[in-house]
């Protein structure tokens, strides 16, 4: 691939687009069980290369919530090929038949479920994005052309390889997928500017990387956010489910978009459940930045700024503050939030039920971790991204969200009068 150039790529992702869409349900499976299978058996490979880019990237100096995200191992690789063969299992979106009826001059209408044609992404430091997305592309149809990122490129760079070995043995051809890593931010650039080749971009990644594809792309993008995001402790919130879901929340893994990063506890539970909760954070390692009444609680507070209240941390560090109501944790969260996920604890179904109506973000919930906002964990598969916009797609998405529809007249000799 080394002799082409970024434009050359798009266009031959253009063209084995028609071969991916004219793909049987069966052939799909196929060609998916053979990518997995690739990869357990590639595993060495793969991990030798994410070895390297872990070495620059810490010379680099990168944080360790980075280097997470980055690293793979036999566990990681093989979670890897798991998730391409439950991308597999999944229903065939395409051909569904979304709608229809017949016009009252008997042509019969049917919208359908069809690929997009070629899929784009942009996204960084996640080597396991590169198989997701290809995976969910292909089982949807569509060619895809992935943008990685310096920061895992040996990592990725074997990825691809391996995927395209696959494809060519499953007899599909390996222009399929493609990959403009090598070259730089042109390649990011062609992505961008790929009208005519590129039918939709998927930027992941950090706030300022969406932002700069959004704002430079000619072409349509689905803006995957930033996630701040807060979990709500109400007046009623049961002491263990508050430790718990918020423990769980930040702890788990503290590098993805969907930890929870900022705690809103109602004042009327504040002496009850703050020192129970922060004391949980902190045998974890967690840093709370709190407000004057969490200070007063808890011990070894961070003062909590007005830039804590806006900042998605990625990191074991979480923010914390009072509020005297619900309102005003609502207040709050339409402030802050990037419209990603939030959570409120309660027993009060009154409560429960305005949050789920009045918060304005992908997903909402009622009484469990924000870590459930996840592709597999929604029954997905694996994810492209999760949407905070509001037009095609908005949350975790998944297969339906790489088509399109298109609308299939059938008739018999109707003109239009």
Known sequence: MTDQTAQVRLERAK??????????SDAKVRILEEIAGALEQNAPRIIEANGKDIDRERENGIGESLIDRLRLDDKRVAALAAAVREVAALPDPVGR????????NGVALEQVRVPFGVVGAIYEARPNVTVD????ALRSGNAVVLRGGSAALESNTVLVAVMREALERAGLT??????VDDFGREGAKALMHGRGFIDVLVPRGSAGLIEAVVTESTVPVIETGAGNVHIVLDESAPDDWARDIVVNAKVQRPSVCNAVETVLVHRQAASRLIPLVASALQSEGVAIHGDDVVAGLVSNVIPATEEDWRTEYLSLDIAMKVVDSLDEALDHIRRYSTGHTESIVTTDSRNAERFLAEVDSAVVMVNASTR????????FGAEVGISTQKLHARGPMGLSELTSTKWLARGAGQIRG
């Open 174 to 179: 390996a222009e399929a997928i493609q990959t």
């Open 97 to 104: 038949v979304v709608g229809g009826h017949r016009m009252p």
């Open 15 to 24: 063209e084995a687009s028609r071969a991916t869409a004219a793909l049987t």
């Open 372 to 379: 459930f906002t996840d592709g597999g964990e929604f029954g």
């Open 133 to 136: 997305i290809a995976a969910l």
